[in-house]
C-alpha cells in the first residue's frame, strides 16, 4: 500500500469538527475568478491580434499556455498536497495567481501578457487539485455528488461566463487591460476570506520527491500540447521539425512517464488509480467533451466577432444565456446524480451534445443570434449533464489512498485536453480558411479580404465537424458508464 498517499489522503483526527460550508465557500471563490481567466481573454482575441500586432494562431497561446501550464503542474501537485498544509497551498496558489494577473494587467507587449498568464495558470494548477481532494475527504460518497455539483458550478459556468463578462468590460471600458484589473481585487478577497475561513483538512507526510518524474511529465505534456498547437502556426505543417520533434519528444516523455510511476514505490501520480474502470472511463470521456468545450468556446466569438461583425459585448450577450444556464443547472445535475446514478444523466446529454455539433457544423455568416443562443444553451445543458456526473462516479470508486492522484489526474487531463482542443480547432479553422480561398481561385489581396468572413466561417464550419466526431464518441463510451458502489482497492 502507498502509505504517503494514503496519509494525503486521509482526514485529520478532529475532521468531524471542521465547518464544511465556509471551506466550501472558500474553495468557490478562489476557484470561479481563476478558472474565468481560461476564457476571459477570448472575446478579447481580435482586438489583441490588432493592438498586440500578432495572428490568430499566435494569440491562441494567451488561452492555450494557461491550460498547458495548469496541466503540467497538476501532476506535481499530488506531491505537493502531501508537502504542504490545504491553507499554505490554497493562499499559495491565490498569491500566485493575484501576482499573475498584475503582470498581465501591465504589460507593454505580447510576451509580457504571456508571462503573466503563466503566473496565473501556476496559481490555478496548484488550486485546482486541492479544491478536488478537500471534497473528497470532507464528504461521504453518498453526499459528495451534490458538493460536486457546486465545484461543478464554477469549472463549467466560469469559463462559460466569462467571454460575456470580458465582452461588457470591453465595451464599456474599451480597453483589454481593465480585464486583469477588476480581478485583482477580487482574488485578493480570495486570499482574505481564505486566511480567516479555509482549515487544513489533510496531513503533511513530506515523502520523497521523484524530481526525474517532474521533468518526464513536463516533457510529456508539454511536449504533446506545444507540437500540436504549433501545428496551427506552420505553414509546412506536420513536416516542420518543431511540430514532429515536440510531439515525438512528448510520447516519449509520456511512455517514460507512466513506465516511471507504475515501477515506482512511492510515485508521483499513482496511475494505478485507473485499475477502477469507471474511473478510467470517466477520464476518457472528459477528454472528449473537455477538447469540445474549450474549442466551441473560442471559435464562436472569433466567428460572430470576425464573421458576423458583432461588436465584443453583442458576442458576450449571445453567450451569456448558456453560461447561465451552466451554473444553474450544475448543482441540480448533482443532486440528481445522488439520487439516480450518472447513466440517468450521461448518456442523455452525451446524445443531445451529438445532436447540438451537429447543428454546430451548419452555422454560416446568416445565422441568427437566437440560433447562436439556443445551441449554445442546449450544449450547455448536455455539459452540466455529462462532466460533473462523470467525474464524481469515477473518483467515487477510488479508495482514500487514491484521492490526491484521482483528482490531480482528473484535473490534468481536463487542462491537456482543452488545451489540445483550442490547438486542434484553431489549427483546422485556419487551415479550412486557406482551403477556401484556394478552392475560390483567390489570390488578389482586396478580393481575399472581400471573402475573409465566409471563408473564416467555413473553417469553423470544418472545425465543429471534428467536434461532431468526437461527440459521437462520447456517445458510445456513455454506455459503458454505471454507478460505481465500491472504491477498487
Not at 278 to 292: A, E, G, P, R
Amino acid at each position: 500500500m502507498n502509505t504517503s498517499a494514503a496519509a494525503a489522503g486521509a482526514a485529520p483526527r478532529d475532521l468531524g469538527d471542521v465547518k464544511r460550508l465556509p471551506i466550501l465557500i472558500s474553495l468557490i471563490i478562489g476557484a470561479f475568478f481563476s478558472i474565468l481567466n481560461e476564457t476571459l481573454l477570448n472575446i478579447a482575441l481580435p482586438d489583441l491580434v490588432i493592438e498586440l500586432g500578432v495572428s490568430y494562431n499566435t494569440i491562441q497561446w494567451l488561452s492555450t499556455s494557461y491550460m498547458l501550464t495548469v496541466g503540467i503542474l497538476i501532476p506535481v501537485s499530488a506531491l505537493l498536497v502531501q508537502w504542504f498544509t490545504t491553507r499554505q497551498m490554497f493562499l499559495g496558489a491565490m498569491t500566485l495567481f493575484a501576482a499573475g494577473t498584475l503582470v498581465c494587467a501591465l504589460a507593454p507587449e505580447f510576451y509580457t501578457l504571456l508571462i503573466g498568464r503563466v503566473i496565473q495558470a501556476l496559481g490555478t494548477g496548484l488550486m485546482l487539485p486541492v479544491m478536488m481532494n478537500t471534497i473528497l475527504v470532507l464528504y461521504p460518497p453518498e453526499k459528495r455528488g451534490a458538493a460536486m455539483g457546486s465545484i461543478g458550478l464554477v469549472i463549467m459556468f466560469a469559463p462559460a461566463i466569462g467571454p460575456t463578462l470580458s465582452g461588457l468590460i470591453l465595451e464599456t471600458l474599451h480597453e483589454w487591460r481593465w480585464l486583469f484589473y477588476l480581478v485583482l481585487p477580487f482574488a485578493i478577497f480570495a486570499i482574505a476570506f481564505a486566511a480567516v475561513y479555509l482549515k487544513n483538512v489533510s496531513e503533511v507526510t513530506k515523502p520523497k520527491v521523484d524530481i526525474l518524474a517532474i521533468i518526464l511529465s513536463t516533457i510529456a505534456f508539454g511536449g504533446i500540447v506545444f507540437g500540436f498547437s504549433s501545428l496551427g502556426e506552420s505553414e509546412g505543417g506536420w513536416s516542420e521539425p518543431r511540430v514532429y520533434a515536440s510531439v515525438i519528444a512528448g510520447v516519449i516523455g509520456l511512455i517514460l512517464f507512466v513506465w516511471r510511476q507504475l515501477t515506482s514505490k512511492e510515485p508521483m501520480l499513482d496511475l494505478r488509480a485507473f485499475k477502477a474502470p469507471m474511473f478510467s472511463f470517466s477520464t476518457i470521456l472528459i477528454i472528449i467533451v473537455m477538447m469540445s468545450l474549450f474549442s466551441t468556446l473560442m471559435l464562436l466569438p472569433i466567428l460572430m466577432q470576425q464573421g458576423m461583425l458583432m461588436t465584443a459585448f453583442a458576442a458576450g450577450l449571445v453567450l451569456m444565456p448558456g453560461g447561465i444556464v451552466n451554473g444553474f443547472l450544475s448543482p441540480i445535475t448533482g443532486k440528481l446524480f445522488d439520487k439516480l446514478g450518472p447513466r440517468a444523466l450521461v448518456i442523455p446529454g452525451a446524445a443531445i451534445l451529438v445532436v447540438v455539433m451537429y447543428f454546430f457544423t451548419q452555422i454560416d455568416l446568416e445565422t441568427s443570434k437566437g440560433t447562436i443562443i439556443l445551441l449554445h444553451c442546449v450544449m450547455s445543458l448536455a455539459m452540466s449533464m455529462i462532466m460533473m456526473p462523470a467525474q464524481t462516479n469515477g473518483l467515487n470508486q477510488l479508495s482514500p489512498k487514491y484521492y490526491p492522484h484521482g483528482s490531480a489526474i482528473m484535473n490534468t487531463v481536463n487542462q491537456v485536453a482543452g488545451a489540445l482542443g483550442i490547438a486542434f480547432f484553431i489549427s483546422i479553422m485556419t487551415s479550412g480558411s486557406k482551403n477556401y480561398f484556394t478552392d475560390k481561385g483567390l489570390t488578389d489581396p482586396a478580393a481575399m479580404a472581400a471573402e475573409a468572413p465566409n471563408a473564416l466561417a467555413a473553417g469553423v464550419q470544418n472545425a465543429f465537424q471534428l467536434g461532431l466526431g468526437f461527440a459521437v464518441v462520447a456517445l458510445i463510451l456513455s454506455f459503458f458508464i454505471k454507478r460505481a458502489t465500491k472504491p477498487t482497492e
